[in-house]
């Protein structure tokens, strides 16, 4: 995968990247990343990004023609690009089903904002997408940049060492993560679950299954909507649900 990232803070990109897994896919040769500092695409001596908002009010706007002209650089360096992706608070929700299907493309740009935003034909014109990572406010596209490219990068396979853990995952199937533990079986007199020590797959599997789907119910049960669950997880579902009753009651 080609990743081309646009930046007016280009090493607040690079050194969370190189520092990262998706630094050592990248130098294994799995990743091509480049980061792309958009005050290169400009023409003028003080290489000017930015520009007051048409109509007036507080802030600056970032300037269409540097993020046209970097776009137009990558697709001359690196081939047609198959997503221009625009990080925005306005945009849709980023989500693990985006982070899948941007891992199945070939080129992919970001491109981050800052100030109050980007020219309004960027998102038109040259954007293929709108992203947004959360119902928050960030002070620019940069971290949303970084938390989709890790996101996306990892599942290109080659980058994560261990494509199987990959697949079995949480939001793969629609449940959260079960409980993990490891050595010293005691620590500060704190134990760990006993079915985990005891060398019994058939029923570590179902213990996590059914720590997996308690979660779910406590902490996100909008989840459980849209989850694949196989017969054992429906089944532990329905008798958590139905204990969960009983208690409400008494
Ligand atoms: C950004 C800003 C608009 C006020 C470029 C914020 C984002 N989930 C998310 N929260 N915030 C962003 C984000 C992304 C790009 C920019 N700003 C600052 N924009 C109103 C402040 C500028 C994502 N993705």
Do not use: N
């Not at 007036?56 to 081939?79: C, H, N, Q, T, Y």
């Not at 949480?170 to 020590?197: C, K, Q």
């Amino acid at each position: 995968m080609k990743l081309d990232i646009v930046t007016i803070f280009p090493r607040m990109v690079e050194v969370p990247l190189a520092e990262s897994l998706l630094g050592r896919a990248a130098a294994r040769g799995v990743l091509d990343v480049r980061v792309r500092d958009l005050r290169d695409y400009t023409d003028d001596r003080h290489r000017v990004v930015d520009d007051v908002p048409y109509g007036g009010g507080p802030g600056m706007v970032l300037k269409a023609e540097p993020l046209f002209r970097a776009v137009d650089a990558i697709r001359a360096e690196r081939g047609a690009p198959d997503a221009v992706v625009l990080t925005s608070p306005q945009g849709r929700p980023f989500a693990h089903r985006e982070a899948e299907r941007l891992s199945r493309l070939e080129r992919i740009v970001i491109l981050c904002g800052r100030y109050e935003g980007v020219d309004e034909r960027v998102r038109e014109h040259l954007a293929t997408e709108e992203l947004s990572i959360g119902d928050y406010v960030l002070t620019g596209g940069e971290l949303a940049a970084l938390v989709i490219a890790d996101a996306v990068a990892r599942l290109v396979p080659g980058v994560v060492g261990d494509d199987q853990s990959v697949v079995s995952e949480s939001f793969v199937r629609g449940l959260l993560d079960f409980p993990h533990y490891t050595r010293p079986a005691e620590f500060r007199s704190l134990g760990v679950p006993p079915v985990l020590l005891s060398g019994h797959h058939a029923e570590i599997a179902r213990w996590r299954k059914r720590e997996a789907v308690r979660r779910t119910l406590e902490r996100r049960p909008e989840l459980l909507a849209a989850a694949v669950l196989d017969d054992e997880e429906r089944r532990v579902l329905r008798e958590l649900m139905e204990t969960k009753e009983k208690g409400a009651i008494s």
